[in-house]
Every structure is written in C-alpha cells, then in structure tokens.
C-alpha cells in the first residue's frame, strides 16, 4: 500500500501564499503522476495541478500564472506553491499519485486526506 499525506494547509489572507506538501510512503515501486485537486463545500472536487515523473505539468486554467506544481523524485514528494490566493480558493486540497506498488502489479490511484486551505478576505 502507498500513503500519502498533505501538509502545509492553513488560513491565510486574500493575496497571500501557501506551500503544501505531499509525502508519499509504503510500498512504493513507481511512481508516475502526481497532482494536486481541491474541493470546496458543495463542490465537485476538481483538478489544480498534475506532473509526470519526468515534469512535465499541466495546471486548470484559473490556476495558471498563480500556482506552481513540482516534484522531488528521489523523496517521493509533491509541492504546491500557491500565490496570490483569492476566497474562491478555499477548499480541502487532496494528494493523488499514479503508484506501482511492486514490480509486475497493476498501477493504483492514491489518494491523500487532504488539507484545509481557508482564504480569509
């Protein structure tokens, strides 16, 4: 099994920064995306940022330009680093990794427990 676990949520004020982390640990194998998704009270949850083992990202339009993804392979650890946040973020913020546990085994989706981010105007 692999765990994931998020860090780095807060309160923060309009216009400030967070910088959350995700730690991945377990039985780890490979690991190819991780990423980043929110979700607001009576909200989907919906995508902020994914990377790819190799770095290569891709962000939700309303993200781009504010928030940046990135990836520290030989820890198996996720960034977010989030600008110039605005009330509409705020949101639980959930972990998501593309693992292979064990040579051989079919490829599983992890999901973290997520950290509260909450704007304050």
């Known amino acids: 099994q692999v765990q994931l676990v998020e860090s780095g949520g807060g309160l923060v004020q309009a216009g400030g920064s967070l910088r959350l982390s995700c730690a991945a640990s377990g039985s780890i194998f490979r690991i190819n995306t991780m990423g980043w998704y929110r979700q607001a009270p009576g909200k989907q949850r919906e995508l902020v940022a994914t990377?790819?083992?190799?770095?290569?990202?891709n962000y939700a339009d309303s993200m781009k330009g504010r928030f940046t993804i990135s990836r520290d392979n030989a820890k198996n650890m996720v960034y977010l680093q989030m600008n110039d946040l605005k009330p509409e973020d705020t949101a639980v913020y959930y972990c998501?990794?593309?693992?292979?546990?064990?040579?051989?085994?079919?490829?599983?989706?992890?999901w973290g427990q997520g950290t509260q981010v909450t704007l304050s105007s």
């Open positions: 990377i790819t083992s190799g770095g290569t990202t």
């Open positions: 998501n990794a593309d693992a292979q546990p064990t040579p051989g085994t079919r490829w599983y989706s992890y």
